[in-house]
């Protein structure tokens, strides 16, 4: 595939969003064309052809998606796939369409431009529809705002994809101010603010329960005066939306005269008490994906509960948690909060970023998913297909435009010396290698080696600035020792398997520019049997750069420690720092061993104690869940348990050791 389909993958996402409102098929027609096009990208590996570095949060999001696809056919299945629930299923299975979307909006190097282009032609579609209706009602305005304004679909839907559109709107409109494009910005901007104005005209109550979120996540975006001035604003802005809310105002007076609810929160309350009662009776495996609809449909029957259940909520709880768990139990739960929490945390850990784009995306992002937080207390969201699909699209174009401007946005030149410190002991396989990516942000390169019989000091003599060869007394001192030498502001502590990646090189040249924290932790990529381990252990983020003035390291035997002085700030880079921690499986048994022994020798001289065989295998099996289930261990598949397995066996073995060194050898028998 050539540069000549970027464009049209770009111009299908901006049809998808804009068109959303417009028609579900346009939304639906696009996300499809675009998940086909991203198979055929798949098949011919054109992407990872020209050097795509798969982010792990991407395949963090692939997961979220695909589990909760995998537990509705768990749920299914259960309940003998019945055709209520394959009709849900249907529904939800669109979702598997994630990758695709992936991969064909990365290819095409979608970026922030698109996506709020796409919103705002969203808006304007608002508008649009505004329009239509007020040409059908013969221009009367009066006659529109008696009813609830849907723009020609359910009030509900329209309400709130539309005050998500309206809001993405006006992160576009702060996104092209801070670049400078400003005639385009206050275009955005006020039809982001128009867009947002009709929203409200769907009388939806859950457009007042989210505005204030989507209001608050605006904040990091503004001026440091305009914080304060929106902290003031945001009650106010809520207040006029109560008020001119007529459901709403409705409500209050009726709670507040005679301590009534209206019809529709009545109703909703009953079938949430019929969902919840559902889940407490089946908490593990809920009803069934059908078999919702036939505990509402008997309970109406025998009088239990209101007739107008079976009009209104036969299909669905009007409330995606509470939804979930009636039908499906705790693993649909835990699928909803994947499918929730962990967009939202990917997208909120760069709200504050410097990167302008970066930013804005991640403001946006975070908007989708708190949106539907909030959208599905009294929606059942993930349940109609144009708030599912919607959700598909936004959140996989979001994410894919983020990563590909982080990718862009590390163009500074450090200002700030560094001094690479390696230490080394037969490494003649990997010292080459690690030196030159060393190179890429070092200007003096260290290395200690501790008597190596092979090739190593030989190599390491090419590209290092200082190279000595000394006794071994244990890897704390060792590196302690190698510190010492190092001259420059800054200190790149690296083991000889370890590699500076051309991405993270980019990352710590932009940083060092102008740091924000005296330290950084460099997350690792643990790569062994041709596989790159992202979760796990190998999703470990070990500290290896700081400000060299005032920091030692612990005199630990093995798994020593940087000791930074208190009050120093600490932050987390993206890029990874490419880790070949064995050659083979013999390789690995064989260190493994290793720092299992040592670790035992180092407890031992802490004064560490095991009583009894039963504590190292518990511990051995702590270390396994947490690697493999807690760590997402399974993310990376047949290595990834192997690793686990590894990992388990380590610590079972560290403290067998301990405990073999509590005990005294016995005396030999005498007669």
Partial sequence: MTNRFKKPIHLLFVIGVAGALLSSSVLAAATLLLAITGFVISYRKSLYQAGWDKPKELRLLHFAFWFFVLVNVYSWALEGFSYEGGKTLGTHARFILFWPLIIALSYARLGANTVFAGAGLMAVSIFGLLGSALLTNQGSLELLLSSRFGGGINPISFG???????????????????SKRRPLALLFIVTGVGAAAIAMLSQTRSNLIALPFLLLLLVPLLSRNLRIVSLIAIPVLLMTAIATNDRMSGQIDGLMNDDTLDSGITIRMEVWRQAWHMFADNPWTGVGLGGYTREIEASVASGESSAVLIDCCAGHAHNDLLNIAAKIGIPGILSWAFLIFIPLAIFARHLFSTHTATAHLAVAGSMVSVGYLLFGLTEATFNRTLFLTFYLLSVSGI????????????????????????????????????????????????????????????????????????????????????????????????????????????????????????????????????????????GRA?????????????????????????????????????????????????????????????????????????????????????????????LDGAVGYLTAVTYAQVTFNKYVGLWTLDRRPSEPDRE
Avoid at 166 to 177: A, I, K, R, V
């Fill in 160 to 178: 709130n994809i539309a005050l998500l559109g309206s809001f993405l709107t006006l992160t576009g409109g702060l996104f092209f101010y801070r």
């Fill in 399 to 538: 994410a894919a435009a983020l990563f590909n401007e982080l990718g862009t946005s590390y163009v500074r030149q450090r200002t700030k010396t560094v001094s690479a410190t390696i230490i080394t002991k037969n490494e003649e396989d990997h010292i080459a290698d690690c030196l030159k990516s060393a190179r890429l942000v070092a200007d003096e390169i260290i290395v200690l080696d501790s008597g190596s019989t092979d090739r190593t000091v030989e190599i390491a003599k090419q590209y290092a600035d200082i190279l000595e060869v000394t006794d071994w007394p244990g890897f704390g001192i060792q590196k302690q020792r190698a510190l010492e030498k190092a001259t420059g502001d800054w200190v790149l502590s690296l083991d000889a398997d370890e590699r500076i990646t051309p991405e993270l090189a980019r990352e710590i040249n932009h940083r060092l520019a102008d740091p924000d924290a005296d330290a950084y932790k460099l997350p690792w990529a643990v790569t062994i049997y041709g596989a790159r381990l992202d979760f796990g252990r190998s």
């Fill in 542 to 634: 070990p500290l290896r750069l700081f400000r060299r003035e005032g920091v030692r390291f612990s005199d630990a035997l093995v798994h020593e420690r940087i000791l930074i002085p208190e009050g120093r700030k600490i932050r987390t880079l993206r890029g990874r720092l490419t880790h070949y921690t064995h050659r083979d499986f013999g390789h690995s048994l064989e260190k493994s061993a290793k720092y299992a022994w040592l670790g035992s020798l180092e407890k031992h001289r802490k004064g560490k104690k095991t009583h009894t065989m039963i504590y190292p295998t518990l511990r051995g099996l702590m270390t396994f869940v947490q690697v493999y289930f807690v760590r997402f261990g399974f």
